[in-house]
């Protein structure tokens, strides 16, 4: 039997089956008698690289099983294969060739966090965001059926990504089309169904057989020739299956729902798996796991294991933890609390991201004013809309990857309207290890255009506590934009104070050069300032822009630098252009930020100074550009 894990190991596991299956091809040559030992030391390999590197950790633990019988059963990658969000990829990434790449996961020129396609022929579909999996196998199942090809498409999805709405629109659209797919829900919290045991495994097994397809398939064409029988006959068979499992929703939407079955019996896996490979049509199997199964405190707490960071030595010197202020996250957390003390119409949305946007506190204070939507960005910002609509002061926290899926959201139903929401939003710029699928490169740009919208960058932990008051207060759609991480522990002024709208503030005065910073760079810039006597100005807001002082600057400059962590394309920078040319004034400009490419995966300082936005870059950059 499987092992159950107190500690993650730190020295590199004996791991002889495993050492047998670097590919599906390998895999598959083992017997199948072999797999309960082979699943436990994938476990301990699981355990002991993530443990090395830091990453995803509670997901992969436990799809263990699901992931063995998947490519055992399946001939893996001609038949595709397709995760949804890739948290639980790792077992995957470890059986399709990547092993001994797995010391390199996360990190800057290693292998990525996520599937990518450009990683492996495994990796039949990118992923980072939730809920694109029964899609995009959709797509590959209907090109398979173009190409005349028999090659099977499976998706597997969690019971959380199951939540947002892209799932059911593919789940819906897939009947119309008659694709031969497979659908695996991935149920790790039982947020379904709790029907799990005996009967409900014996029953997968013989509702997937062949014997009940033909049986099924044979009274169809016999009663169809009779009025009226067939649908009598059909909804029978619905109702009885519904009395005994829990797929009757699936059913209506023209799914052969099987399950729910346990996702770590390895015979019923693999039973049920070969019958329902062979099936015609759509097929729906629902299998019930244990998030962090095989690693007793993730078990009890999949929420705190969802992810660890990196293990040090035992013997290790202990680490001299640099002073730091609050995690970002941390004071909008806290000032949410403040200002619900303050009025009672402010209410919280977030779109499944309670913990990582700190809003455990206020959830739990003001429960009655906290609304988790799940994995479902573009409802979170209309339902915001309609609060805002009947006097309420809608808080919408969400990650800027995230708020990309709610866009038209945001500019029909809020924008459009004119209606009082205040978006706080999260990893805003580069995000570091999980790579671009997750980096707010985007925000500022997207933001820009549309018409009304109030947007500031804050600089510090001083600077969002007052701009997240500013942009509450504001009458219309607004947004704040912070990152991840800690800031440089500026005092907080307790006061819930607005700024005033559309002013940046000189921080120091140089001559020559001026350096706009839009957001965090601040500090950065300043010391740059300081080497080479530049004026260096805390812009704040990048809609509306403060013109009276880019004006000024360019009157008394050379050339001006903008800065900002979002795409150089159509970001801060762009606006400065933009109303220099409207105002016919001829200025010398750089503009600093994200380039018109992918950033991958790194450490966050490391992708910092790629991009040159560290002290060096924004140096080097500049006396570059005086031809110095």
């Not at 991009?611 to 870059?617: K, N």
Request: proline share 5%; net charge negative; hydrophobic share 40%.
């Amino acid at each position: 039997m499987p092992t159950t894990f107190h500690e993650i190991p730190r020295e590199r596991p004996l791991t002889p089956l495993l050492d047998r299956a670097n590919t599906p091809d390998e895999l598959r040559r083992l017997g199948e008698a072999e797999l309960e030992t082979l699943a436990d030391e994938l476990r301990q390999y699981l355990l002991y690289t993530v443990g090395q590197t830091g990453g995803h950790f509670g997901a992969g633990l436990g799809v263990v099983e699901l992931t063995l019988a998947l490519h055992y059963v399946f001939d893996t990658p001609d038949d595709r294969l397709v995760w949804d969000v890739g948290h639980q990829a790792y077992p995957h990434k470890i059986l399709t060739g990547r092993r001994e790449r797995m010391s390199t996961l996360r990190q800057k020129d290693g292998i990525a966090a996520f599937p990518r396609r450009s990683e492996s022929e495994y990796d039949t579909f990118g992923v980072g965001h939730s809920s694109t999996s029964i899609s995009a196998a959709l797509g590959m199942a209907i090109a398979a059926q173009r190409q005349g090809s028999k090659r099977k498409s499976v998706a597997v999805i969690g019971d959380g990504a199951l939540t947002a709405g892209m799932a059911f629109e593919a789940l819906n659209h897939a009947a119309d089309v008659k694709a031969n797919m497979l659908v695996v829900l991935n149920d790790n919290d039982m947020s379904i169904s709790k029907n799990v045991g005996g009967l409900s495994n014996y029953l997968a097994k013989i509702l997937s057989s062949r014997t009940y397809a033909n049986v099924r398939e044979g009274s169809k064409k016999v009663l169809s020739k009779l009025p009226g029988a067939w649908e009598i006959a059909r909804k029978t068979e619905e109702h009885a299956k519904g009395m005994l499992v829990s797929g009757t929703m699936f059913e209506e939407l023209g799914w052969n729902y099987i399950g729910p079955i346990d996702g770590h019996d390895l015979p019923t896996l693999l039973a049920t798996l070969r019958n329902m490979r062979d099936l015609e049509g759509l097929q729906f199997l629902h299998v019930v796991t244990k998030k962090g199964k095989g690693f007793a405190p993730a078990e009890v707490d999949p929420i705190v294991y969802h992810a660890i960071t990196k293990l040090e030595p035992i013997n290790a010197p202990a680490k001299v933890k640099k002073p730091s202020g609050p995690k970002y996250s941390s004071v909008f957390g806290q000032w949410l609390c403040e200002m619900a003390a303050s009025d009672e119409r402010l209410m919280a949305i977030t779109p499944a991201m309670k913990e990582g946007s700190d809003l455990v506190a206020f959830s739990e204070l003001y429960a009655d004013r906290y609304f988790d939507v799940a994995i479902a960005e573009q409802h979170a910002v209309t339902l915001a809309a309609g609060m805002a609509c009947e006097g309420a002061k809608p808080v919408v926290a969400i990650y800027s990857t995230f708020l990309q899926r709610a866009y038209d959201q945001l500019i029909h139903d809020v924008a459009v309207q004119n209606l009082d929401v205040l978006f706080a939003i999260d990893r805003a710029g580069l995000v570091g290890e999980d790579g671009p699928t997750h980096a707010g490169s985007f925000d500022l740009s997207y933001l820009r255009c549309v018409p009304g919208m109030l947007i500031m960058t804050p600089s510090d932990e001083n600077e969002l506590h007052h701009m997240l008051t500013t942009g509450y207060q504001f009458k219309g759609p607004a947004a704040v934009r912070y990152p991840r991480g800690s800031g440089p522990n500026a005092a907080i002024d307790r006061e819930l104070t607005p700024l005033p709208i559309g002013k940046g503030v000189i921080r120091r005065r140089g001559q020559g050069v001026a350096l706009l910073v839009f957001g965090v760079q601040l500090a950065e810039a300043l010391r740059v300032g300081e080497t080479l006597n530049a004026t260096v100005v805390d812009m704040r807001f990048v809609k509306p822009l403060d013109e009276a002082l880019v004006s000024e600057l360019a009157a008394s400059h050379e050339l001006l630098v903008t800065i900002e962590e979002n795409s150089v394309m159509g970001g801060a920078g762009s606006a400065v252009s933009e109303f220099l040319a409207r105002s016919g004034t001829l200025q010398p400009m750089l503009h600093l930020g994200l380039p018109d490419s992918y950033v991958e995966h790194a450490r966050p300082e490391q992708m910092l100074a790629e991009c040159g936005l560290d002290e060096a870059g924004i140096e080097a950059a500049i006396r570059t550009r005086l031809g110095q």
